[in-house]
């Protein structure tokens, strides 16, 4: 019975339109939308997807990107409904399902190599 109860939560809780498929290091354009009083606005963040985590309505994602030599790194849930749009930029090829050693690097060794098209 609450297996049933919690299915039912998460299936109202999931987001109405699909985010188009992207993985773990491919480069990503999210669009946000940011509420400030009582204004929204939609902010740009563009970065590598390092981690996917969660499942159903709680899964999350979490972008890095280096911003003024700074690393950045935001978490969003994938069916949240302030993520306007996501566009994939670029696919990059890793063997890891999670990419925190881009955490420890700098410059052109925190590049990911692009995937082949053959390979999509």
Do not use: C, W
């Not at 946000?32 to 390092?50: C, D, L, M, P, S």
């Not at 159903?56 to 990107?65: Q, W």
């Not at 935001?74 to 399902?97: C, D, K, T, W, Y």
Request: glycine residues 8%; positive net charge; hydrophobic residues 40%.
């Amino acid at each position: 019975m609450i297996a049933k109860a919690l299915a039912m939560i998460h299936k109202e809780n999931l987001r109405k339109e699909a985010l188009p498929v992207f993985r773990i290091g491919d480069t990503v354009k999210l669009e946000v939308k940011i509420r400030e009083g009582g204004k929204e606005r939609i902010q740009a963040f563009t970065g590598i997807v390092i981690a996917r985590d969660g499942n159903g309505a709680t899964e999350t994602f979490t972008v890095r990107r280096i911003s003024h030599g700074v690393g950045v790194e935001r978490i969003f849930p994938v069916h949240s409904p302030n993520i306007a749009s996501l566009e994939v930029e670029s696919s990059g090829q890793n063997r890891r399902a999670k990419l925190y050693y881009l955490r420890d690097r700098v410059g052109k060794s925190a590049k990911l190599r692009e995937k082949n098209k053959a390979d999509v």
